[in-house]
């Protein structure tokens, strides 16, 4: 799987938009993109993945560029509870395609 | 609550003794993965399960682990002889190979303290 880069550490005040960016530039053509996040103690949390379109849930929205080489984790209007690490993971989906591999992820504070 | 669930939530032993984790997957997902988690990294993959079938072991895996899922529904990892390396979070996953693209759900993992 490919490997992802992500800053170590983010702010962001409560009510705005967060954007947690993911370089993922060895990315190969059948690699979804993934996101998790992790709030202190507690399981790793789904939030959204996506190919090579745009994704929007209730949680978040995944914005992939044309080239596939990066992409962008948008919450649109942060609270404090989204306070916690966030992973972005490529992965081969399909056959026996099996683990997540997780780097260190991005810690996102959200202030008041 | 039909999400993944673990038991215990933690666990405190002692060196050289044997400790067993159970996970219960979300209903009628076929796969089944465990990752450990140390202070400050992200979960490393240990093994997953295709119903019954362990498909994949990683060299994380020492002797002493062990897992097992034998009906395809809940599972088991055993740590024989802890040592205090093996102080971590357990953590298990659960994901459908069935429609749409696989998604693994965790749950909130078992916390395991070797003094």
């Known amino acids: 799987d490919a490997k992802t880069t992500q800053p170590p550490s983010m702010d962001c005040a409560e009510g705005r938009a967060a954007n947690l960016p993911c370089n993922h530039s060895?990315?190969?053509?059948?690699?979804?993109v993934y996101w998790y996040r992790q709030i202190h103690s507690q399981g790793p949390q789904y939030i959204i993945h996506?190919?090579?379109n745009n994704e929007t849930n209730e949680m978040a929205s995944l914005i992939i560029t044309e080239d596939r080489k990066s992409s962008t984790l948008i919450l649109p209007h942060a609270t404090l509870r989204d306070t916690a690490v966030y992973y972005c993971?490529?992965?081969?989906?399909?056959?026996?395609?099996?683990?997540?591999?997780f780097g260190t992820g991005t810690r996102l504070q959200v202030t008041l | 609550d039909t999400g993944v669930s673990q038991n215990p939530r933690h666990k405190i032993t002692k060196r050289g003794q044997n400790v067993t984790f159970r996970c219960d997957p979300i209903?009628?997902?076929?796969?089944l993965y465990w990752y450990r988690q140390t202070l400050g990294q992200g979960p490393e993959f240990l093994t997953y399960?295709?119903?019954?079938?362990?498909?994949?072991k990683s060299r994380l895996l020492s002797d002493r682990f062990s897992a097992e899922r034998p009906k395809g529904s809940f599972s088991t990892l055993e740590i024989q002889r802890t040592e205090q390396g093996d102080s971590a979070m357990y953590l298990c996953?659960?994901?459908?190979?069935?429609?749409?693209?696989?998604?693994?759900?965790f749950g909130p993992g078992t916390r395991l303290l070797v003094l």
């Open positions: 996953a659960s994901s459908s190979t069935g429609t749409g693209v696989e998604t693994q759900y």
């Open positions: 060895t990315i190969s053509g059948n690699e979804y």
């Open positions: 996506g190919l090579k």
């Open positions: 993971i490529v992965r081969v989906v399909g056959g026996t395609a099996s683990k997540l591999t």
């Open positions: 209903s009628e997902h076929n796969r």
């Open positions: 399960f295709q119903n019954e079938a362990q498909l994949e």
